[in-house]
């Protein structure tokens, strides 16, 4: 399968993808974009599914931070450094360059400052990774142009006056945020609603209808 | 923490028979006991040197062959070094047979269990009622106050005599966890793992407020007749029960107390209109500190507080508490609980932040628990995961062969 490449010159990414047993595609690609052992931090590393992976198949000396008592909980009893926490107020407790990568999959949309974590994770480490959902996929916008709803879907399915998404954004709302801050998009992957890596080289625009995620791999600039 | 509300409602008036056996205890414990001699003093924070040390001490499981399997567990306030041992004298199981013991998290057929009654105690190692080999007499306040990194070095002295070099992991709740995280400052190079539980990088004042409250109880009582009321052949029962009533408040959640005793009267219809203990609460309370008293020694008990009180980490380290775990290379995991108010979350979130701040590996839970401070010394099922989780990892980490499937 072609990938598309997130900027003309840009590296493409290795094929051979392993899914994850039951698991979400997302993370897989997520860590495809994590040099085998780096220093990794996951922000919202939930019940530590992709420290796991990181840590096995990639060496990478992997900790997470989650703010759900549950998700940590089951974290540390599986043996992985995780740390209770709000991503909205912790990270500004971690030193600069502490990481190699840092991580935020699937998370973006719930933090109450989304430039400012993702200015810490630029801080913390030199490379961010960043998984979301698009709220500009064709779906989305069809609910709401045909239904006048918020859009409920696999990837987004709680209503809006129950979600923790509090700040969904598109495909083009995070390129555009990307610029505002210190960095350059290094690679990025949109998966369609099978979880397929969209295959096209097509503009922004045109991964902005089709892809359901996206993975950005970003990288501070100087 | 007994959970039986006793009958009887008459004020402590006695330190009783198990006194006795516990006076006996400070010398010559019913535990193995290292002693250190003239020529081997222990250097103490207050700027003295405490010669003839002695450490009385309790293993569990045996050390492998390179001596690598050692897991050393510090106990609070006036717990003793019998985690998981009957004790000698309250006939009671150890304090955290919970977690310390075969096919548990802090496993005894897999690892090396150390755990040493700490300095100032009087469970056998040196405290105020030892007797002091200058005079014949029990040291009394002649002992010199005793820190919580005095505590550590003296175990440290007890590890090198156990030809231990290296920890596998140090484990604590409370004091206990004040003395994991000295450790962890202090002989970074000999811990692998740390465990520090419902503890803090400092006494807040609020603990020291409560700390001076229960000493003054003890030294208001005549009976301590400064201090020396073992020469006079009497005890200060009566302010170290109301000492131990106090605290044992702070160690426990008001939703605790609530489920355990609400406003319930105590055998009895109606208030009394005197001051009997008509509620179940006050009997609770008078069975804890009568209880406590024919164990604990008062002096002890000031001795130990204060160490407590000493304790601020990042005051050894120019203020920055990152600074005292620069470099490390051990793996910690913090824990709290939803309901201590003793040592609340916050203080763990501190040591957690101050930890991030110098790059260490740290695990950081707070667990949902109605249970207070204590809740570390009870059956929670989320600890014992945790616990067991953290070992196991860190057993691999460290090239121990993985524990047998049960």
């Known amino acids: 399968m072609a990938l598309r490449e997130g900027r003309p010159g840009e590296p493409v990414l290795d094929e051979g993808v392993v899914r994850l047993q039951g698991g979400r595609v997302d993370l897989v690609v997520v860590a495809e974009m994590v040099a085998p052992g780096s220093r990794v931090l996951d922000v919202g590393s939930g019940d530590g599914e992709l420290l796991e992976l990181l840590a096995t198949t990639r060496g990478c000396d992997a900790r997470g931070i989650e703010l759900s008592r549950e998700g940590v909980n089951a974290g540390v009893a599986r043996g992985l450094a995780v740390v209770q926490g709000d991503a909205d107020v912790d990270l500004a407790h971690y030193p600069d360059d502490a990481f190699d990568y840092v991580i935020l999959s699937q998370t973006l949309q719930a933090t109450r400052r989304p430039r400012w974590v993702l200015e810490q994770m630029l801080r913390i480490g030199r490379r961010a990774v960043v998984s979301f959902p698009n709220f500009g996929h064709w779906r989305s916008r069809l609910d709401l142009m045909v239904n006048g709803r918020m859009p409920v879907t696999d990837n987004m399915p709680i209503s809006w006056y129950e979600t923790p998404n509090i700040h969904f954004c598109t495909i083009r709302d995070f390129v555009a945020l990307v610029e505002l801050l210190d960095a350059r998009i290094e690679k990025a992957v949109a998966l369609d609603s099978s979880g397929h890596r969209v295959r096209v080289n097509m503009p922004w625009w045109v991964w902005n209808l089709l892809g359901e995620q996206a993975v950005f791999l970003l990288t501070r600039k100087g | 923490m007994t959970s039986s509300v006793q009958q009887d409602n008459t004020p402590p008036n006695a330190a009783g028979p198990s006194a006795a056996q516990a006076r006996r205890e400070a010398d010559d414990p019913h535990s193995p006991v290292v002693r250190f001699g003239a020529r081997n003093p222990l250097k103490l924070d207050a700027g003295v040197e405490l010669a003839h040390l002695q450490i009385a001490y309790q293993t569990y499981g045996e050390p492998n062959a390179a001596r690598s399997n050692a897991i050393l567990v510090c106990h609070a306030l006036t717990g003793d070094q019998h985690a998981a041992s009957l004790n000698p004298v309250t006939g009671k199981p150890g304090w955290w047979e919970t977690l310390v013991g075969p096919g548990k998290p802090i496993d005894t057929e897999r690892f090396y269990v150390i755990c040493a009654n700490v300095l100032g105690g009087c469970m056998g190692t040196t405290g105020p009622s030892s007797t002091n080999p200058a005079t014949g007499q029990p040291y009394g306040l002649d002992m010199p106050v005793v820190t919580i990194r005095d505590m550590v070095n003296a175990q440290a002295m007890l590890l090198d005599h ?11 709740g409370s004091m206990g966890g004040m003395q994991v995280l000295q450790w962890a400052a202090s002989y970074p190079e000999r811990v692998f793992s740390a465990l520090p539980i419902a503890t803090g990088a400092r006494h807040s004042a609020q ?17 301590w007749r400064g201090g020396r009321y073992l020469a006079d052949g009497v005890t200060p029962h009566r302010g170290l029960a109301v000492a131990r009533m106090a605290a044992h408040i702070t160690y426990m959640s008001d939703q605790s107390l609530h489920n355990k005793f609400g406003r319930r009267l105590q055998n009895r219809e109606m208030p009394t209109f005197g001051f009997d203990a008509d509620f179940q609460v006050e009997s609770y309370l008078r069975h804890q500190g009568e209880s406590f008293v024919q164990r604990f020694d008062p002096n002890s008990y000031l001795y130990v507080t204060r160490a407590m009180d000493y304790f601020d ?11 005292a775990f620069r ?43 109605d249970k207070g401070h204590d809740a570390f010394l009870l059956h929670e099922p989320e600890l014992t995961a945790i616990t067991r989780g953290f070992l196991d990892s860190a057993a691999r980490a460290f090239g121990l062969p993985a524990a047998r499937q049960a």
Request: glycine share 8%; charged share 20%.
């Open chain 2, 162 to 172: 156990l030809g231990i070099d290296k920890l596998l992991c140090v484990a604590g």
């Open chain 2, 207 to 223: 603990n020291i407020a409560f700390h001076e409250v229960g000493r003054q109880a003890v030294m208001a009582d005549p009976d």
């Open chain 2, 327 to 369: 470099g490390s290379k051990t793996r910690f995991c913090v824990v709290s609980f939803t309901s201590d108010w003793l040592f609340p979350t916050e203080d763990s979130r501190a040591i957690v932040h101050a930890l991030n701040a110098s790059g260490a590996n740290v695990s950081f839970t707070e667990i949902d628990s």
């Open chain 2, 313 to 323: 980490l990042a005051a050894d380290h120019d203020g920055v508490l990152a600074n």
